[in-house]
């Protein structure tokens, strides 16, 4: 009976170790997020609202947030 504890604690202190070693052995997580690629934004030339590029009504080199604001500017 005494081996039989013995044998157990050995299993035991074994298995922890084991446990421990993955653990530092483990790639960390990633700790940098992904960045999400900057979008482009542009002033809007009527009411100055910033919109994204790819949402602007463009007029030669004049954006606009909405064709109403293009009309209205006389673009
Ligand atoms: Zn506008």
Redesign the pocket.
Same mark, same amino acid.
């Given at each position: 009976m005494k081996y039989l504890l013995l044998l157990l604690l050995v299993v035991y202190v074994l298995w922890r170790w084991r446990a421990g070693q993955a653990a530092r052995t483990a790639p960390p997580h990633q700790a940098q997020s992904v960045q999400p690629e900057p979008i482009a934004v542009v002033a /809007?030339a %009527? /009411?100055k609202?910033h919109i994204p590029l790819s949402h602007a009504v463009c007029v030669g080199a004049q954006y606009? /947030?909405?064709a109403a %604001?293009r009309e209205a500017a006389g673009a």
């Amino acid at each position: 009976m005494k081996y039989l504890l013995l044998l157990l604690l050995v299993v035991y202190v074994l298995w922890r170790w084991r446990a421990g070693q993955a653990a530092r052995t483990a790639p960390p997580h990633q700790a940098q997020s992904v960045q999400p690629e900057p979008i482009a934004v542009v002033a /809007c030339a %009527h /009411c100055k609202v910033h919109i994204p590029l790819s949402h602007a009504v463009c007029v030669g080199a004049q954006y606009f /947030c909405s064709a109403a %604001h293009r009309e209205a500017a006389g673009a």
